[in-house]
């Protein structure tokens, strides 16, 4: 069988995610596409493929199984009520939303529908070094996790479409995922510091350190730069009780030549995960043929959402902004649960 997928915004990661679907993995077709920039729509779509005017007729179409939605986040809210709707499954990539009411709606809608359709774009979970390091952490031999060190450099973000509240509502939401993930824990609490400002994204607030304060009393910094010019530089390193467990940098290939010993940086997201981009569709690809979803969840959008937003209060109070959550719905309970619950 073959899933016929509709893709809604074909910008950066739109393009690299059709390209995934069409030219790496099995089992899947691209038969649709919407941007809300017609012509890029036109040059994405692949070979037989319908350029759709709207969101809604793509999602409403016969020719889409399920919906891949890597519009801008803002836009993400409305189009996941309506995959929801339609009762077709769909992969948005994050963030899932951007405020904690859309992050309770689109919880709502899918309760309501009465089975996962819905996967965040949280692929770092896909990653092999990030799953080896969860399985040192989950094993126990190193004691219990006390601090977790995340590192996050991007080269540069898009002048213009990228804004001063998005290291932490669109970028922080991924060390925030990766946190829950590997610490098998919530977080409870954010902290914002700022430092000197960087010249290198003049407009831009730059960087961040970000404290994320866990339920069971780990805690996690994370360092947000997104303008750093050097490259995509993705650390992290759990401190435990009896030891420490880290990230390779990647690639782990070390070059020792006349002008010294070093190890190549990727350029961007596209090259640093493209594993793990490519693992994430395949369960995806499976889930989805089957009418459902896996991996991330909305309740993982939501607990993103809500960091991001703490992080955005602490920004101005200069103080720990803490963050309640609703007790987790049945429909996501079934997942493996983490340890705090
Ligand atoms: P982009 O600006 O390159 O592309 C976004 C595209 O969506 C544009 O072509 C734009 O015209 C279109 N669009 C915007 N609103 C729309 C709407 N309402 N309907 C239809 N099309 C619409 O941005 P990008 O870098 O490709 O990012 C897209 C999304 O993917 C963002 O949410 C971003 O955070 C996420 N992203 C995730 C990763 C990851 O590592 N998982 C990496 C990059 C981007
Ligand atoms: C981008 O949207 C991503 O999701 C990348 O993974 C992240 O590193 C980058 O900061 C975001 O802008």
Redesign the pocket.
């Known amino acids: 069988m073959t899933l016929n997928v509709g893709v809604?915004?074909?910008?950066?990661?739109?393009q690299d995610h059709i390209r995934r679907l069409t030219q790496v993995l099995s089992g899947v077709a691209v038969t649709a596409v919407?941007?809300?920039?017609r012509t890029?729509a036109e040059s994405a779509a692949p070979e037989g493929a319908e350029v759709f005017d709207t969101?809604q007729a793509l999602i409403r179409s016969d020719t889409v199984d399920a919906v891949l939605i890597?519009?801008?986040?803002p836009?993400?809210e409305e189009?996941l009520l309506d995959c929801i709707a339609a009762g077709k499954p769909v992969f948005c990539?994050?963030?899932m939303v951007t405020s904690e009411a859309a992050a309770l709606k689109v919880m709502e809608a899918e309760a309501s529908f009465g089975r996962r359709l819905v996967q965040v774009?949280?692929?770092r979970r896909f990653d092999g070094d990030y799953r080896r390091l969860k399985a040192v952490i989950d094993g126990g031999g190193l004691g219990l996790p006390l601090m977790y060190h995340s590192v996050h450099r991007n080269a540069s973000v898009?002048p213009g479409?990228y804004t001063s509240e998005m290291p932490l509502n669109?970028t922080l939401v991924?060390d925030a995922d990766i946190s829950r993930w590997l610490l098998s824990d919530e977080i409870t609490g954010v902290e914002v510091r700022l430092p000197r400002r960087s010249r290198q994204g003049v407009e831009l607030r730059d960087p961040h350190i970000v404290l994320l304060h866990m339920a069971q009393g780990a805690i996690v910094d994370v360092e947000i730069s997104v303008n750093i010019a050097y490259g995509y530089d993705i650390r992290g390193e759990v401190s435990c009780e009896k030891g420490v467990a880290s990230l390779p940098n990647r690639p782990a290939t070390v070059i020792s030549d006349q002008f010294g010993i070093r190890q190549a940086i990727p350029e961007d997201?596209r090259e640093r995960?493209i594993d793990a981009y490519d693992q994430e569709f395949r369960e995806w690809i499976d889930a989805a043929s089957n009418g459902t979803a896996t991996g991330p969840s909305a309740w993982d959008g939501y607990a993103a959402t809500l960091t991001a937003d703490a992080a955005l209060r602490a920004v101005d109070s200069g103080s720990l902004e803490k963050i309640h959550m609703i007790e987790k719905p049945a429909l996501y309970a079934a997942e493996a649960p983490l340890a705090a619950e």
Do not use: V, Y
């Open positions: 809604i915004g074909t910008g950066m990661i739109g919407n941007d809300i920039d890029r969101p890597c519009s801008w986040g836009a993400h189009q990539e994050k963030p774009g949280f692929m898009p479409l669109d991924h997201w995960f």
